[in-house]
C-alpha cells in the first residue's frame, strides 16, 4: 500500500522549500560611515555557498540635475544566484567584478559626507577583498572617500541588506546609503 495523497503532497512540499530558507548566518558585517537616510529592505542570501562577484547600480554625474550615484548593490554567488536588497530607481547596472579565486570577505564604502545645502549622494562606490587575496572596486562615482574595512568572514559573505531612501519629490535625493552584509 503506497503513502495517501496528503502524505505524498507532504513529502513533496518538504523536499522543495529548503531553498526559500535563508542561511544560518555566523556574523554580521558592516562600517560606520554609512548614511542614514532611507529605510532598509530585507535580507537577501544566496541558496546555498558565498558569494564570489557583484555589480553596482549607479546613476551617472548629472549635470544640471539631482545626483545620486550608487543606487543598489547585487551580489553573484557560486551557487548561480544573484541577490539584491532595496534597490533606488535611478541609473543602471555596472559590468560584474569577479574574484579570480575564492569569495567576497570584507568591505569599504566610498562615501560623501552630508552636503548642507548642497546635492547629497551618499554611497559613491564600494570595495571587497577576496579570500584569494584580490582587491575590487566597483564601477561607481567620484564624490567622497573611502572609509574604513569591515570585520572579515572567516569564509565568505552570504547574504546583504541594504539602506535605500526613497524619491524625496522636489527634495534632494540620496538613494543608497549603507549596507550590512552576512557572513556564513
Excluded at 26 to 48: D, I, K, Q, T
Excluded at 96 to 113: A, N
Excluded at 151 to 173: F, L, N, P
Excluded at 179 to 184: D, G, P, R, S, T
Aim: glycine share 12%; proline share 4%; charged share 15%.
Amino acid at each position: 500500500m503506497g503513502p495517501s495523497a496528503s502524505t505524498a503532497l507532504l513529502l513533496t512540499i518538504s523536499c522543495c522549500m529548503w531553498s526559500t530558507e535563508p542561511q544560518q548566518f555566523s556574523s554580521v558585517l558592516s562600517v560606520p560611515n554609512g548614511g542614514s537616510w532611507g529605510e532598509w529592505g530585507p535580507a537577501s542570501f544566496c541558496s546555498y555557498g558565498y558569494a564570489n562577484g557583484f555589480s553596482l547600480k549607479v546613476e551617472k554625474e548629472q549635470v544640471l540635475g539631482d545626483n545620486t550615484a550608487v543606487n543598489g548593490i547585487r551580489l553573484y554567488c557560486n551557487d548561480s544566484t544573484e541577490i539584491e536588497s532595496r534597490v533606488g530607481p535611478w541609473g543602471t547596472w555596472t559590468r560584474k567584478r569577479l574574484c579570480p579565486g575564492g569569495y567576497l570577505v570584507t568591505f569599504s564604502l566610498r562615501v560623501e559626507p552630508h552636503q548642507k545645502m548642497l546635492d547629497d549622494t551618499a554611497v559613491n562606490n564600494i570595495g571587497f577583498k577576496c579570500s584569494g587575496g584580490a582587491n575590487l572596486i566597483g564601477f561607481g562615482t567620484k564624490w567622497g572617500k573611502f572609509g574604513p574595512w569591515s570585520d572579515s568572514c572567516s569564509i565568505g559573505i552570504c547574504g546583504m541588506k541594504t539602506r535605500v531612501e526613497d524619491a524625496q519629490g522636489i527634495s534632494d535625493d540620496t538613494a543608497l546609503n549603507d549596507v550590512l552584509f552576512y557572513c556564513c
